[in-house]
């Protein structure tokens, strides 16, 4: 008879929920690298503002509805920058929670995966002392006879 783990359906829920973890984790990461690059963006945007500020401000004409337009739009930049900093903060301590879930959800698993093996094992070695005294039984028949 072959061998079979009473707790193959809690394996079995134990993964997924690894698995989920694990893809709930990429997730994360996905949305943590689209926020530095967003981040990075504003930058660089930010930058290239500010350098035409000074490049206009150099050139001793000075146009102010375009020198407001601009600085209104680097306070724009940095609005919106201070917002994807809070969602960088928030994303990186999703991603702290999301390792430790994958850590609680892998350790689970393994427990269950050593406790089917050493299962397996004691399985295995009463079947061979099972067939062993079989084996036993039978020579001793044939031999018995004569």
Known sequence: ???????ESLLTYRRFQLDQCRQLMAEVMRDLSQCEESIGTLQ?????SLETIRSENSSGQINVRRMASLRYDVNQLDRNKRELMS???????????????VQQADAAVKALE????????VDEAKQLKKSEIELQDAWAAVNLRS
């Open 1 to 7: 008879m072959p061998f079979k783990f009473r707790l």
């Open 114 to 121: 050593r406790l089917k093996e050493k299962q397996q094992k």
């Open 87 to 101: 969602h960088f903060t928030r994303y990186e301590h999703q991603l702290q929670l999301c390792r430790q879930a």
């Open 44 to 48: 660089s945007e930010r930058e290239s």
